[in-house]
Nanobody, 120 residues
């Protein structure tokens, strides 16, 4: 069955960095777009970044541009989200999901999420 498994979350101080991973099974990364969204209890889900299937073009939400970088390893079938200069408002559960394309809203598959906490 299709699985997306996130890892790499944790606690960091403001200004710190984390790299999230999304390991995908059962389909190749050029078949679907893989995106990251985040969720804070009581707030709306927020799209963070996405990388399209083929060609692999990145997309970022405005508040993440210049701080976050999305990449992928086709050999490892894994998508990465490098997060730098983290701020307290980046605290959330981060999920990766598969989409028909970046910006095409409905998640086809998604993972269980990984917690990111940014606090001094």
């Amino acid at each position: 069955q299709v699985q997306l498994v996130e890892s790499g979350g944790g606690s960091v101080q403001p200004g710190g960095s984390l790299r999230l991973s999304c390991a995908v099974s059962r389909f190749a990364l050029d078949y679907y777009a893989i995106g990251w969204f985040r969720q804070v209890p009581g707030k709306e889900r927020e799209g963070v970044s996405c990388i399209s299937g083929s060609p692999a073009r990145p997309w970022y939400a405005d508040s993440m541009k210049g701080r976050f970088t999305i990449t992928r390893s086709n050999a490892k079938n894994t998508v990465y989200l490098q997060m730098n200069d983290l701020k307290s408002e980046d605290t959330a559960v981060y999920y990766c999901a598969a989409y028909a394309g970046c910006g095409q809203g409905v998640e086809l598959y998604w993972g269980q999420g990984t917690q990111v906490t940014v606090s001094s």
